[in-house]
């Protein structure tokens, strides 16, 4: 990444742009490229691109800032952004990304004067079983440690090329720690796709049906209902999408699927290809697995090669199905199905308003199902042995097997299959987790479950979840957990709508007063206002549920607000003294004339 | 026969494919909205018409309607609500009312007063946003913007010039114009483009024609926002 002359620059753009063949719905993929090579986007970068594309100049620009991982402002060989996850923070994270900043004599947050190294942080980027973890210049490293710090900064200092640094750091372990009917089975190569295709489209779609299966990305919606509503949907042209942006901190069960069952994850694409009537399958890779792409890209071929992709499947005259892979650039919401449409099609990662619903408008605006990495595995499962066996497992309602990320404070942090409609008490003694304060499950979206409710079901009738399973200790501070997820939504928000753009923002800032000690039960009370009016009027599931974990500890684990207020009696929010805090550092008084008392 | 549905109880009717929004507008009824007008595609950002149909929080400017709903408008509780939403506005940017050139015909300014919005009530935000004053015949005081995207679609949708766009994500989210200099007399904007002259705020402003209309005598001062849309 040496600073490059202007002709040189314009020739990796124009190289860049021949590969993802001028497409203007490519514009992500291409910024992204150009970014990893060059090292930031300059205006004249972003122009040239919009000429290229002949896409507007600001509509790139717009795009480029959306993204946190494309760098518009300050370039840096070495690009470092620390998962900010709380679970690594809990493992000693903030220490070490400080003390990597005082090696270097940096600021977090600000490249070097000399354009060297710039040290930042980054929403969880899914190794919390194997934390701190880290991206440098888009290569994920793991288990840091202040050895591990010192060697990386001399290495930063030498200007060593990260391809050349230790091997091991780069290894990321899959740590799965129990299987079941999913993980367990022995996969061979193209049986699924054979069972459905001898089942025929619409038997196959039958056995989804038959199996109940719903989606894992969260919402639980009938995966069988949204294929049905595909294919009957009027148009040519239809797509198979999967969801593997996996941005819920503290969820990593589709990194393991697309490391170690990556076959399963592309035969479910295919089988869903068949049942919808597309050709044509996408998969959305969040940003942070960038180190997975290649492995990936190797894989599509070698099934391209065997016939298990392509033209005539398997010898089935007109089964036709390919798939492309889209890696993302940093930003949670496109987990969102319509806001990872738009950013499939080069475009800000904003939810779109629904109706019309992806399966009838979706990429493109054509017909397209858009499911997450574990349903689609899943669906191999149900045309090898057929619904009926796959519904037999799991409760009632939430048929077969999930996948649960046990992350934090237990022995055996890593990935459990288990059927629908285990305990949370089950999942800790599995996992080795003692004296166990607290379980975030599903994420910062989703429930922070308290001991007394450790006799609850992991099931979409009980508590639902997207995969994760956060696990906090008695000595742990849920207001701290409560403020790092606060942290993460006011970064992840898309700015869209005025309730979450704005309530993310003023959620963080009062999560921060009381941290510092100047809240008092007027801030509480403000708090729970927030939720409602995110809950009632933002536009999308992440300003719907960006308050939960603050309103659920608040509910759960009042102490661990009420040590930190500044005062328990009901006060205004502006607290004068501390108000004029700043005028006395810039006056350098501190004399008794210098402070104001607070009426109380 | 043409459908209806009840809005605070009072019928309205409608079109099939009519959102809740054009039907009481068409109807000469008011439902709070900043970055909806009927000229351009409905976007749903600003939120301030959320209402409650059949129970269910919406926005009624993407909300399709339907034969038999029951829409609640101006109860207290949706009132309240958008009060805070404006007050949210209020303190992201940097509004000055006195001194600004919109005053008494700027939709966020009237419809505070329609709401009766006493206070910003949160800490202000003072974002750090620079005046663009290039342009020959035009102003632009981003302190003031809403995030509406009525010019993005205006010189989208019906300049064909494409001058605006926003860039940058949650509270750092802003507006942008179309040229690698960031000025706004680089781009093919003029003064007689349709994005010229809809801001809802005082953000895009024509230079040379200060108090044109005296304060006190403009829009919003002769007639409350909700009852200037009433007709
Ligand atoms: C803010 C937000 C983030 C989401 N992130 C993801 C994600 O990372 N992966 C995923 O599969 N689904 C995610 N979803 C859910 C998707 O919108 C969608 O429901 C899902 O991909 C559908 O697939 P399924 O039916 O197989 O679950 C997210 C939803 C929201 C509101
Ligand atoms: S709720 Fe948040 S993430 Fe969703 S559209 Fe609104 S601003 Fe964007
Ligand atoms: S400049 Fe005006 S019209 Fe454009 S987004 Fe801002 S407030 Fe809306």
């Known amino acids: 990444m040496q600073a490059q002359s202007a002709s040189q620059q314009a020739e990796i753009v124009a190289n860049i742009l021949q590969r993802q063949r001028r497409d203007p719905a490519r514009l992500v993929q291409v910024l ?285 005259a007109g089964y036709d199905f390919d798939i492309e892979i889209h890696l993302g650039a940093g930003a949670y919401v496109c987990g969102e199905e319509s806001a990872l449409l738009e950013s499939l099609a080069g475009k800000r990662g904003v939810p779109r308003n629904r109706p019309p619903f992806p399966v009838t408008h979706g990429y493109l605006d054509c017909p397209t199902a858009v499911n997450n990495a574990e349903t689609l595995a899943a669906a191999c499962l149900i045309a090898e042995n057929g619904g009926v066996c796959y519904a037999a497992i799991g409760t009632e309602m939430s048929t077969g097997s999930k996948l649960l990320s046990v992350s934090g404070d237990c022995a055996r942090p890593g990935i459990y299959e288990y059927p629908f409609g285990v305990t949370v008490a089950q999942v800790l003694a599995d996992a080795g987790a003692n004296d166990t304060q607290a379980v975030q499950v599903s994420g910062p979206s989703g429930v922070c479950v308290a001991p007394e409710e450790f006799g609850r079901r992991l099931a979409f009738e009980d508590l639902p979840s997207a995969g994760a399973f956060m696990v906090f200790g008695a000595s742990r501070d849920m207001f701290e957990v409560a403020r790092n997820f606060a942290h993460f939504f006011a970064h992840e928000s898309c700015g869209f709508c005025t309730p979450c753009r704005v309530g993310t923002a003023l959620v963080k800032n009062l999560m921060d007063k009381i941290n510092a000690g100047h809240g008092s039960p007027a801030d509480i009370n403000e708090l729970f206002k927030l939720q409602r009016l995110m809950e009632s009027t933002a536009h999308c599931g992440l300003g719907h549920s960006a308050c939960n974990p603050v309103a659920d500890t608040l509910k759960k684990f009042r102490p661990a607000y009420q040590r930190r207020l500044h005062s328990t009696e009901f006060e205004p929010a502006f607290d004068l003294d501390y108000a004029l805090s700043q005028a006395r550092q810039m006056t350098g008084r501190d004399d008794a004339g210098a402070h104001l008392a607070n009426e109380s | 026969m043409s459908d209806v549905f009840l809005l605070d109880g009072e019928q309205v009717p409608f079109t099939v494919g009519q959102t809740v929004m054009a039907a009481a507008r068409a109807a000469g009824r008011y439902i709070p909205h900043l970055c909806w007008h009927p000229e351009f595609q409905p976007h749903g950002s600003c939120r301030l018409c959320t209402v409650k149909a059949d129970g269910h929080f919406a926005a009624a400017c993407t909300l399709a309607a339907r034969p038999g709903m029951t829409v609640d408008n101006r109860t207290a509780e949706l009132d309240d609500q958008r009060r805070t939403l404006l007050q949210m506005l209020f303190v992201e940017g940097n509004h000055f009312c006195p001194s600004c050139e919109k005053s008494g015909a700027c939709k966020l300014q009237a419809t505070a007063y329609e709401l009766k919005m006493m206070t910003p009530h949160f800490d202000h935000f003072f974002p750090d946003r620079a005046v663009d004053a290039s342009h020959p015949d035009l102003l632009l005081d981003f302190n003031r913007c809403i995030l509406c995207e009525l010019c993005v679609r205006a010189s989208r949708d019906a300049d064909g010039k494409n001058v605006f766009a926003i860039t940058g994500r949650g509270i750092k989210s802003h507006l942008i114009v179309n040229s690698p200099s960031g000025r706004l007399a680089d781009t093919a904007m003029s003064l007689a483009d349709r994005a010229a002259s809809v801001c809802p705020v005082g953000v895009i402003l024509a230079k040379g024609r200060g108090f044109v209309i005296p304060i006190g005598e403009r829009r919003y001062d002769r007639q409350q926002i909700g009852a200037a849309e009433e007709q």
């Open chain 1, 32 to 316: 992204r490229e150009i970014d990893e090579v060059l090292g930031e986007l300059t205006p004249e970068v972003l122009a040239m691109v919009g000429e290229q594309l002949k896409r507007p100049f600001a509509e790139v620009a717009g795009v480029a800032g959306f993204y946190h991982f494309l760098e518009l402002e300050q370039r840096a060989r070495y690009r470092i952004f620390w998962s900010d996850n709380i679970i690594e923070q809990m493992q000693g994270s903030t220490e070490l990304r400080e003390e990597m900043c005082r090696l270097l004599w940096i600021e977090p947050g600000r490249a070097s004067e000399d354009g060297l190294v710039k040290v930042g942080l980054t929403s969880c980027i899914g190794m919390g079983d194997q934390g701190p973890a880290l991206l440098v210049n888009g290569r994920t490293v793991t288990r840091m440690t202040r050895a591990r710090v010192a060697a990386m900064v001399e290495l930063i200092r030498g200007g060593a090329l990260v391809g050349n640094w230790p091997e091991e750091w780069f290894a990321v372990a899959d740590n799965i720690r129990r299987r079941d009917i999913l993980l367990g089975r022995s996969y061979k190569a193209g049986a699924a796709i054979a069972a459905a295709l001898a089942r025929g489209p619409a038997a196959m779609l039958g056995e989804i049906q038959s199996a109940r299966l719903r989606g894992r990305g969260g919402a639980g919606f009938s995966t069988a209902q949204k294929w049905q509503a595909c294919r009957d949907a009027p148009g040519d042209v239809r797509y198979v999408v999967c969801n593997a942006d996996e941005g819920e901190p503290g969820t990593f069960k589709d990194r393991v699927l697309l490391s170690a069952y990556a076959d399963l994850v592309f035969e479910g694409m295919c089988i869903a290809g068949l049942c919808i009537g597309a050709r044509q399958g996408l998969l959305y890779l969040r940003g942070e697995y960038r180190y997975l792409l290649e492995a990936l890209e190797a894989n599509l071929a070698r099934r391209r090669a065997a016939g298990l992709l392509g033209r005539d499947i398997l010898g089935a």
